[in-house]
């Protein structure tokens, strides 16, 4: 993993959020004790497990934006999953186990992606070769069409190849380079990925996403699938780099390297985990709520998780879990579970200055997306400082009539403020369109003005 300072990843975060200092400095800590673990004594390593986080805040403050960036700073291996698709174990839906399978079949994924970028020359290389072998068949003592008898004694003749023979290889290769044979046909056969029958295992844990190829087992049994098709050169050339290229990845060290990536710098974020917190005054087994909480327990705590590619243990896995809290806290989640996430976190609710902030500093911020969108139709729309705090300033004033949905109310506005001019851009001449209070006003005076619309609209 990226060895970031502290400071550094609050520095890359801060480049796509804005405020929530605390959150940042929280998370930016976990990840560095990731690496901090790597550098102890070995017998002092596994003692040291990862400090847990949840982050606690509204809707639309970053929780889930927090989480999005950190997978991108950081190499380790990372998987965003949502409480409440979660069911407790025996009963129909996903069982919290699935979340680690899902990260380690990323990991493998991602890394396997990595290992046939690196040979992805000499696979192209071997697939000239062999593409040189298609276009100039060599001949040989034996006719085309006849099979050599059995009983037959062959004797091959080896002999210098003949030198109008490789000149004429050197020229194809050079033609084959230069594109010059980019219009005719080869005949090419290449392994069938259909396969033969499947079978989903369905067990006490669920239904497991893993599949039992019959051909695999049965080895042998079974004719070797090939299928035989008519290929451009450009794209005979793509199918042998690439069976070239998943010859020379050695797929047993790779999944030995995701494992242990996984088990050593993974990171796991569980969004709206209070989706799984009971509410007060409820009665009887909730086979989505608590029950999800009791089976979280031991895999957030350490347990050995059974993959297809083999055991994954998950002690030192990093969970961040984040949940806006409203109607229950998080002191209402079972005793267990709160003891294993120590690091609790309150993200600041967004107001007028913020979303001044939102609109237009970040790398991503709302006003540069549009901009970009409607210069693709010669649209140049220019937003003034004046209008920018218009917005804000009614982006603030819905969120405390209505409901508090945080950042995300800008992009309600924002699509609702410039709608007229996103359906006709691609009708009009070029020309420049300055976004000012006025026009702010005309465009949401009406919705705004009118609270029973601001709620069915905004």
């Known amino acids: 993993m990226k060895t970031l300072k502290p ?12 405020g929530q200092h605390q959150a940042k400095r929280s998370v930016a800590v976990a990840l560095r004790n990731r690496w901090r673990r790597q550098q102890v004594p070995a017998e002092l390593r596994n003692e040291i497990a990862p400090k847990n986080i949840i982050l606690i805040g509204p809707t639309g403050v970053g929780k889930t934006e927090i989480a999005r ?43 396997k992606a ?4 690196a040979v992805k020359e000499k696979a192209r290389r ?25 009983g ?33 046909y080869v005949d090419l056969e290449i392994p069938d990925r259909g396969g033969g029958p499947m079978v989903e295992i369905f067990s006490n844990a669920g239904m497991e996403e893993m599949g039992i190829n019959f051909k695999d087992m049965l080895g042998g049994l079974f004719p070797k699938g090939i299928k035989r098709r008519k290929l451009k050169v450009p794209e005979a050339m793509d199918a042998l780099a690439h069976e070239e290229a998943q010859g020379l990845v050695d797929m047993e060290k790779i999944v030995k390297h995701a494992i242990e990536k996984v088990e050593q710098a993974g990171i796991i974020f569980i969004d709206e985990i209070d989706k799984i917190v009971a509410k007060n005054g409820s009665h009887g087994p909730d086979v989505s709520r608590e029950g999800v909480q009791r089976d979280l327990l031991p895999v957030v705590e350490g347990c050995t998780v059974a993959t297809k590619h083999g055991p994954v243990r998950t002690d030192h896995i990093l969970f961040v879990a984040s949940g ?91 699509e609702r403020l410039l709608e007229e001019v996103l359906f006709d851009a691609p009708d009009l001449p070029e020309q420049r369109v300055v976004v000012d209070p006025r026009y702010v006003e005309t465009r949401l005076k009406d919705i705004i003005s009118s609270e029973d619309l601001s709620r069915f609209i905004l």
């Open 7 to 18: 400071s550094e990843i609050v520095t890359e975060l801060d480049k796509y959020i804005i």
């Open 69 to 111: 960036r950190l997978s991108m700073l950081t190499e380790s291996p990372f998987h965003k999953v949502e409480a409440s698709k979660f069911t407790e174990v025996g009963y129909v839906g996903r069982d919290v186990e699935s979340m680690v399978r899902e990260l380690l079949e990323m990991t493998i994924t991602l890394d």
């Open 114 to 117: 990595r290992e046939h970028e």
């Open 126 to 150: 071997m697939a000239e070769e062999r593409m040189l072998d298609l276009l100039l068949p060599k001949s040989g003592p034996v006719q085309a069409g006849r099979s050599p008898d059995p």
């Open 152 to 184: 037959e004694t062959q004797i091959e003749l080896v002999t210098a190849a003949a030198p109008e023979s490789l000149s004429t290889r050197e020229k194809l290769r050079s033609l084959l380079r230069q594109g010059k044979l980019d219009q005719r």
């Open 324 to 414: 806006a809290f409203h109607t229950v806290k998080p002191s209402d989640l079972i005793p267990e579970l709160q003891g294993r996430f120590p690091i609790r976190v309150e993200l600041d609710a967004l107001g007028r200055a913020e979303f001044v902030r939102i609109l237009t500093e970040p790398k991503n911020a709302l006003v540069l997306q549009y901009t970009a969108l409607l210069k693709t139709d010669g649209i140049d729309i220019v937003f003034s400082k004046e209008a920018v705090d218009e917005i804000a300033r009614l982006a603030e004033e819905v969120n405390t009539r209505t409901e508090n949905i945080g950042a995300r109310r800008l992009h309600t506005l924002m």
